[in-house]
């Protein structure tokens, strides 16, 4: 497994020497996961954040009626964990499985913590993620309160074409909180 796409997305926002690049790779455990396969389920405790270095994963909650809502798709080169449970070392609220093969690299709270210690700019790294994965949330929230279905819809596939081809339409459905029913009559309308 390479470990290139890592380091090219660390490098947009922090530089390491050859000695930290080697150093933060000797912390990732490289996985591969069957298309369907579960990274994470409900109730297990969260110990990892996952690098998406090739495929396609999805986070979702699964309600007391075993209905599902997408949090979040996760493609090659993004992060992805239950990050309170995460951050907490606490049994997740999320499902995290993935839509295609799929290989990931996991970096544990604790090595995550060691980093911070050993090279001070993953705390800016890792915060700029924060941040930017804060954002995003926000944005979301706004334009499900504001947007109708069909132009979130619309939105979703114009930011996320590579996402909206390789997901079925019942996962896009739960990621825009509408109903598998209700989307196929938007895309009817075309």
């Known amino acids: 497994m390479s470990f290139d796409p890592i380091l090219s997305n660390l490098r947009k926002h922090i530089a390491l ?3 930290e690049e080697t150093y933060f790779v000797s912390l990732l455990k490289p996985k591969r996961f069957q298309k369907k396969e579960f990274i994470l389920k409900e109730g297990q405790v969260c110990k990892h954040i996952n690098f998406v270095n090739s495929g396609l994963l999805r986070a979702f909650y699964l309600n007391q009626e075993n209905k599902e809502s997408t949090i ?5 080169d993004w992060w992805v964990t239950d990050m309170h449970c995460f951050l907490e ?3 997740a609220m999320l499902n995290i499985q993935s839509v295609s093969e799929s290989e990931v690299l996991q970096l544990s709270k ?3 913590d060691h980093l911070y210690i050993e090279i001070p700019k993953f705390e800016r790294f890792f915060r700029i ?3 930017n994965a804060y954002v995003r949330e926000q944005l979301r929230v706004i334009q499900n309160l504001s947007l109708s279905a069909e132009e979130r ?3 979703f596939l114009a930011k996320y074409p590579q996402i ?3 997901v079925t339409q019942k996962q896009i459905a739960s990621y825009l909180g509408i109903t598998p029913e209700f989307l196929s009559v938007i895309r009817g309308q075309k």
């Open 153 to 155: 819809y619309h939105n």
């Open 164 to 166: 909206g081809s390789q």
């Open 110 to 112: 604790i090595d995550l």
């Open 72 to 76: 979040m798709f996760a493609i090659s």
């Open 89 to 91: 070392e606490k049994p």
């Open 129 to 131: 993620l924060m941040q």
């Open 17 to 19: 020497s050859p000695a």
